[in-house]
C-alpha cells in the first residue's frame, strides 16, 4: 500500500472522470438595455437624412412654440393671414457608422479541440458579445452622432446640489415633457438616487419590464448602463423620448447586410493564408438620430459617491405600571 492508503487516491481517480465543462465566461457582459428600449429604423442605403422645419412666415411665438395666426373676428371682412411651411434647405444627414473586427483562429486548434464546444463558434461567440458591448458605448459616447454629443445646451440641466435629488429629475421630465420614455442611468447613480428618495421617505417603486425589474420616478424606468460616464464619483442622468412618431430619438441600422447573423450585424469568412490561420470579419453598422432638440435632455454633474449619514435616538419603553387586583371576599 502506498502511503499507507487502502483506496485510490481522490487526485489518481481524478484522471479516469470527466470534468463537466462551461462555455467561456467573460465577465464584460452586460444586459445592454439601451438596446430594446431605443426603437430602429431601418435605413435604404446607409443614409438617414433628418428634414426639420424653418421659422415660418405669418407664425407667432407662443411658448417657445410657433402658433398660425387667428384668424379676424367675424364680424370683420379683411384678408385671411397667409403662411407656409419651409424647409431646411441643408439637412443633417446621419451616415451608419461601423464597428469592425477580424478574428483569426489557427486550423490545428480548431480541428483537433472543438469538442464538447465548437472553439470557432466559442470564440465569434465572445467577440460578438464585444462589439455589441462597443455597439452599446458608441450610441451614448460617441462625439458625432452619441446621445451625450447630441444633447442641445439648453437641455443640459445641473443638479441643485450635486446629489440626484428627485427634484432634479423633475426638471428633466419638466424639459421633455412630451411623452418622455425613459432615463438612461449609471447603475450608481440609480443607487445614489435610490439613497436620495429613502432619506426623504419616498422610496421608488419598481416595475417589470422585459422580464426584469426596474426603478422608476413619476412612472418613468431608470434604465441602467455602465457605459453612461462615471468619473471620480460624477456622473449624467439622461431622459429621453423615443420614436420617429414622437419625434424623439431613434437608433439607425441597414437590415440584410452580407453574412447578417442578426440585425446590421455580420460575421464573414475571409480565408486561411499559408499559416494555417482562418479569418473571419465581424462588422457592425448603426448610428443614432435625435430628431429634435427637446426629445433629450440631461442631468449634469451627478454626484453618486456621497452618503447621507442617518442618527437614531432610541428610547427604552417605560415601564407599565403594576395593576392592582381586587381582594376576593
Known sequence: MANGRGTVAETAARQLANATK????????????????LPWTPVEAGIFRLNRVKQTRGATAVSGAEVVESSPPRDEDPDLPETFVDYDETPREYFLSAITTVLDVQTRVSDLYSRPFDQIQEQLRILIEKVKETHES???NNPEYGLLASVAPSMVIPTRTGLPMPDDLD?????????????????AATAAFGR?????????PT???????????????????????????????????????KQGVVGLFQPGVPGEVSPSLSVRFMGINRKAIASYLVSLYSSLAVLTEDALAVLDNVQVDQYPEYTHTYLKRAAAAPRSRARKR
Open 207 to 245: 416595475v417589470n419590464l422585459f422580464g426584469s425589474p426596474f426603478v422608476t420616478w413619476r412612472g418613468l424606468p431608470l434604465v441602467p448602463s455602465n457605459k453612461v460616464p462615471l468619473e471620480n464619483g460624477v456622473s449624467k442622468i439622461l431622459l429621453l423620448r423615443t420614436g420617429e412618431k
Open 138 to 140: 458608441e450610441l451614448i
Open 22 to 37: 462551461t462555455r467561456a465566461q467573460w465577465v464584460g457582459i452586460t444586459p445592454r438595455w439601451l438596446i430594446p428600449f
Open 171 to 187: 426638471e428633466l421630465i419638466a424639459a421633455v415633457w412630451k411623452e418622455p420614455t425613459f432615463f438612461l442611468v449609471h447603475p
Open 196 to 204: 436620495e428618495c429613502t432619506r426623504r421617505g419616498v422610496p421608488p
